[in-house]
């Protein structure tokens, strides 16, 4: 029995840290679908789960503290788009310059609000619904319909079908009267409020407060889910699963384990099971071939 | 025409010209940036930029100690990035770097094995996320980051389980004194040993990367794979030179770290943290030249020692000069914008000119 009710608390942790991995691989799949690469993700997740936390701490206003964290996504994902569009800067330069800045920006924030080098004060979280004797919350299954329903944007509609174009051959889409750069900012903007919903979503729901290494690299592991799915967003749920799945057993095994110092030690375990499950499937994955290329008007 | 003007026209001056413009805008645009961030948090903007930009120039032993780690470091992004790779991995392999070669100096009390020890480690790690990225096609950037963050816990485990010193159990046991690198004293001026050293690895990149045939090998496939590969050269045997090389350096970055500076490991690797990803910057800063990378390691060490003592000063969080290399990173992936800007100076120029 006792193993059983731990494999159902380890799917329900899993579930729990899926939501940020699942929602920036969904929209980095929108971008990437354009032709963007936006390794910005991490630096989207810190300062979105900033902002959040800090409407929340002073409003208590949950469904602004929400938006503020898409609206961060987006004037970051804007500033990113530009950067990659019309401006045709080197895009993964810019997105390590983007994480660099929110790290600064992140403890700057901290320091001058709360006072703290850390952490900031806990604050009010979403409000979970009751699920087989275990809280969950509503962003699980939002964060899943969210991705099915880019997967039909992107499959099974004009609009998606430009989309890809821009990725796939720019030329070519410009040809058939599309605007490239323009097509190409606008999905860097969307994709980039979903990773800013799934920074909110560290913050004001699952950890309920911001701690400076909130992110931990999620938005990396969020990238590789991204070629995981193989640019595919219900894909990318199971490939959530499965890397969210690494992260709850870090967190299960050093609260089973009782030994502090092990601790460290599970926590390599969602960068290991990472690398391990894309080394075995990256072989097979097809990129849109006009990834990363900045795309040049006549 | 001016003399100076049909000068310009010639490619390389001009290249020269913009490259010069290129990191002077940069810089600007992130000093505007932060002076305005200190004053929207309430501090006085002036004192803080002269902190920020001039505080690290009372130690001029600390600057460039600190400028030895971010440039070699540098170094490790540079060198792959000519090769088309984005080695942002350059942490991991110098955690491993002072790691390997702090075990090496307790075990083997040898420096020079030590130090090599440490480069190994970088080295082989570099090599397995290159054999990743060409053998099972696992992007380059993902594997580096995976592998930072592991070794950044194993690290951690490491040096708070197994090697502490007891008595001071937040730090690893210290480096023997056989094998720590000193001090050498130029006319009264004591000045870490490291800084030197750092200089001969930047010859020895030199060296290999335009006198070599692997260097001309990691050059010409970098800028371009298909050309390269017309001229029987192989681009994937070049990522795997490049990485290696890359990994090298930053292995090394850990072991002049810790051999040569701190003598030990903390158990939040607080002397390290940071510095893998500063080499990006002064990478990008130094046009990803060995001998650009002196100068930009340089320039990054004085930012985050300025950050340091406008903290001290002004209780300033330092991590203003964090942001500040985050623009100027971002500001650096713009060559086109400031040749945009340029032309359209020239163009502004000439009509009221009336020449044109």
């Known amino acids: ?74 004037i970051i ?48 979280t979403i409000p979970k619904f009751k699920i087989f004797g275990h809280a ?44 490239v750069l323009r097509t190409r900012l606008l999905a860097t903007v969307i994709g980039a409020s979903l990773a800013g919903l799934g920074g909110s979503y560290l913050s004001i729901d699952w950890v309920g407060q911001f701690t400076k290494e909130i992110s931990a690299g999620r938005g990396f592991i969020a990238l590789a889910n991204v070629a995981f799915s193989n640019w595919n967003p219900l894909m990318a749920i199971l490939g959530a699963f499965i890397f969210g799945f690494f992260d709850a057993l870090a967190i299960h095994l050093s609260i089973v384990s009782l030994q502090p110092a092990l601790a460290y030690l599970f926590k390599t375990i969602p960068y290991l099971g990472t690398l391990a499950v894309v080394s075995i499937f990256f072989k097979r994955t097809r990129i849109p071939p006009a990834l990363g290329k900045p795309y040049i008007k006549e | 025409m001016s003399k100076l003007g049909s000068l310009l026209r010639g490619w390389r001056l001009s290249e020269y010209l913009v490259i010069i413009i290129e990191v002077c805008g940069s810089i600007a645009l992130g000093i505007g940036i932060a002076t ?5 948090l309430g501090f006085d903007p002036g004192k803080g930029m002269a902190l920020l930009l001039g505080g690290g120039f009372t130690d001029p032993d600390y600057l460039l100690s600190r400028a030895t780690f971010i440039m070699m470091t540098g170094l490790a992004f540079s060198i792959p990035l000519m090769a088309g790779l984005f080695n942002i991995g350059g942490e991991g392999q110098m955690y491993v770097g002072g790691l390997v070669s702090l075990l090496t100096a307790i075990y083997t009390g040898n420096l020079l094995l030590a130090l090599i020890a440490g480069g190994a480690a970088g080295l082989a790690l570099g090599l397995f996320i290159a054999a990743l990225r060409v053998y099972r096609g696992v992007n380059e950037v993902i594997s580096s980051i995976m592998l930072n963050w592991t070794l950044y816990y194993l690290t951690i485990y490491l040096i708070t389980n197994t090697f502490y010193d007891p008595l001071a159990p937040h730090e690893s046991i210290k480096v023997p004194l056989s094998a720590r690198l000193g001090f050498i004293s130029i006319n009264g001026f004591k000045l870490h040993v490291i800084f030197p050293i750092s200089l001969v690895f930047i010859l020895l990149a030199y060296y290999v990367l335009y006198h070599t045939k692997i260097g001309f090998e990691i050059r010409a496939s970098g800028l371009s794979p298909k050309a390269a590969k017309y001229a029987s050269l192989n681009p994937e045997r070049a990522m795997i030179y490049a990485m290696c090389l890359g990994g090298f350096f930053g292995g090394v970055a850990g072991a002049l770290n810790v051999l040569g500076f701190t003598y030990y490991i903390d158990t939040l690797l607080t002397t390290m943290y940071g510095m893998g990803f500063d080499g990006i910057g002064v990478a990008l800063m130094g046009r990803g030249h060995p001998i650009g990378i002196v100068f930009s390691s340089i320039f990054f060490s004085m930012l985050i020692i300025g950050g340091q003592s406008m903290q001290m000063a002004l209780n300033a969080p330092k991590e203003v000069a964090d942001a500040l290399s985050g623009i100027i990173i971002m500001a650096l992936a713009l060559p086109y914008a400031y040749r945009m800007v340029l032309s359209y100076l020239r163009a502004r120029r000439l009509i009221s000119r009336g020449s044109y």
């Not at chain 1, 997740?45 to 503290?65: K, M, P, V």
């Not at chain 1, 994902?77 to 993964?92: E, F």
């Not at chain 1, 890809?164 to 009267?177: N, T, V």
Request: one cysteine or more.
């Open chain 1, 1 to 74: 029995m006792e193993v059983i009710e731990s494999i159902v608390d380890l799917v329900f942790l899993a579930l729990t840290s899926m939501v940020p991995l699942l929602l920036g691989a969904t929209g980095e799949i929108i971008t990437e679908r354009s032709g963007i690469v936006n390794i910005g993700i991490e630096g989207i997740f810190l300062l979105s789960a900033l902002t959040s936390t800090i409407i929340d701490y002073f409003t208590g206003n949950l469904i602004l503290a929400l938006l503020t964290g898409i609206l961060t996504g987006m």
């Open chain 2, 36 to 40: 305005s961030l200190l004053y929207v």
């Open chain 1, 136 to 179: 969950l919350s509503p962003l699980v299954p939002i964060s899943m319909v969210i991705a099915t329903t880019v997967w039909y944007f992107l499959y099974r509609t004009g609009l998606g079908l430009r989309l890809r174009a821009c990725g796939e051959d720019p030329k070519a889409a410009e040809a058939m009267g599309i605007n």
């Open chain 1, 77 to 124: 994902g804007l500033l990113h788009g530009l950067i990659s569009t019309y401006l045709r800067g080197d895009q993964i330069v810019a997105g390590v310059g983007l994480n660099v800045f929110a790290y600064g920006i992140s403890v700057i924030a901290l320091v001058t609000i709360w006072g703290t080098f850390g952490n900031s004060p806990s604050v009010l």
